[in-house]
């Protein structure tokens, strides 16, 4: 099995947080997107992002 | 509150919860109306307002209900631009080289806690919100700020589940680069 069906790159990544945004992940998306974050500074960065643009909207307008 | 003075924070109001309710329709007709339904609402419950919340925390409540009724009467067509996102986004495709990693790294973004404690961060927010695409604004909309869960987001929109998923990628994708270009690029380092 080629190793890409576990390393995924960033712009998978990317959907994955997004999507874990509005459902709970599959078992094995879940472990992807964990195993890639361990090792990467970029998606890190926007899972947290992803976290502070939901709390701002929450907020707005209150 | 005295009717007089609630007059007249609902009138101040007014002009924040268009701002809102545009973002949230795309429609300036649907806007007002929404908007004025909320004004009503409020001074005829104006009983149930204890004061125990902010003022503008209790409008923006009933003006939230009110686009819900709107979108389940059916206030809903999607414009053209939603159709068609099966194409792809040029803004959101250009963060990614071919190999699918970044352009660029991320900013740190600082204290986010800084930023939603003032007022001007929420005006940036509200541009950036301008920008998006209709279709995309709509639906990011109605799952951060209305807060309904996205399968029934697709639901009220008559969207794919799939097609659904690219919108909120892309309406996260453009609104995050725009934060940071417009405000924690300048301010959060």
Redesign the interface.
Known sequence: MSKGWIL?????A??LL??Q???PLSRGRRWRLWLHLRFC??CS??E???A??????????? | MEAKALDQALAELRP??MR?ARLQLRNDAWAEDVVSETLIAALEGQARFGGQS?I??WV??I?KHKIIDHFRRGGREISSDAVAEDSGDDAVEA??RA????VN?????GD?EA??SQGQ??DV??ACLERLPASLGRVF?M???L?ID??EVCKELGISATNC?VM??RA??R??EC??INWFGVKGQ
């Open positions: 995924i790159p960033c712009s998978h990317h959907h997004s999507e945004m509005d459902q500074d970029a960065r926007v947290r992002h992803l502070v643009m939901r709390s701002a909207m929450r907020r707005m307008g209150s | 924040s919860l809102i902010q503008k925390t923006v409540g003006l963060l990614f190999d699918g990693h970044r790294l991320p900013r740190e973004w986010p930023a939603l961060f929420f927010l509200q909309m799952r951060e700020w807060e996205t399968p998923g909120m990628f996260r994708m609104l995050r934060l940071e």
